[in-house]
């Protein structure tokens, strides 16, 4: 039986999403628990493989299971394993070709930054942080040019594992509220700190370090050394993953911080 899952954390804690010998990670916690559940040892597979200090609203992954159990044990069975910081959602029966990373056809990411003279202390682990005042309209501007179909080998890290830096961006969009900026971002697929290097050449365009048009060059040169470097991971939120309606997996509750719903 193969059964998809919703889940959401707080990347804080933990190294990444992906398994690794420490053991310290979100797919670490989740097959533990879920083996504990199940009586059998557990392998999942994610939508998205968020880096250390990533957090996620809404990230899905599926595992399979011999194990006969109500949904409900998939859920609140699973969460009392797990730590404070790691919540499954929901959690559904899918047919054996339903897989959560190559059904997905779209992924959004949410980069949350904390625009003030003095930084944060309770958001610290969930936001970023930049002191100088920062100009949205010229963002906005420099964000348009990123849509559409580009190599984005600019924005790759040196570490990235894609065969292809070709991606079809289909948002990229600027907002601010009181001193919060957020950039919302979604596509087919990201390149491994494709939107944290994103955010730091829009922020150097905000702080009037670039005209907006420089980011359109930045992308046509496909150089990640004249790029600008990478924002810190607390601001990073996976917000979301698009499957065909066939699937009809169940609805994320909102839970974004601050007050800022994924769709706001």
Not at 84 to 91: F, M, T
Not at 199 to 206: E, R
Not at 220 to 241: F, H, I, N
């Amino acid at each position: 039986m193969r059964i998809a899952i919703g889940v959401s954390y707080d990347g804080s804690p933990f190294e990444g999403w992906q398994s690794q010998p420490s053991g310290r990670t979100v797919q670490d916690h989740l097959e533990s628990a879920l083996a504990q559940i199940s009586g059998e040892p557990v392998r999942i597979a994610g939508a998205g493989r968020t880096d250390s200090g990533v957090h996620a609203v809404a990230q899905v992954a599926h595992f399979d299971t011999g194990a006969d159990r109500p949904e409900s044990a998939w859920v609140r069975g699973v969460n009392a394993k797990l730590p404070d910081e790691i919540a499954v959602q929901w959690a559904l029966p899918v047919q054996g070709d339903f897989h959560a990373r190559f059904s997905a056809f779209e992924r959004s990411y949410r980069y949350v930054l904390y625009n003030h003279p003095v930084r944060p202390g309770i958001a610290s682990r969930h936001a970023g942080w930049f002191h100088r005042p920062l100009d949205v309209e010229a963002m906005r501007f420099a964000a348009d040019v990123l849509v559409g179909e580009h190599d984005f080998s600019a924005f790759r890290s040196s570490e990235c594992q894609a065969k292809s830096p070709v991606r079809q961006l289909h948002r990229a969009e600027v907002t601010r509220r009181g001193p919060w900026v957020l950039f919302d971002f979604t596509a087919n697929a990201f390149l491994h700190h494709m939107v944290r290097n994103l955010v730091g050449c829009l922020v150097y365009v905000g702080k009037g370090g670039h005209p907006p048009q420089w980011l359109g060059e930045v992308l046509e040169g496909r150089d990640r050394k004249a790029a600008a470097p990478t924002m810190a991971a607390a601001g990073l939120y996976l917000t979301g993953v698009r499957y065909p309606a066939n699937w009809q997996l169940p609805d994320f509750a909102r839970m974004m911080p601050f007050g800022f719903g994924e769709d706001s």
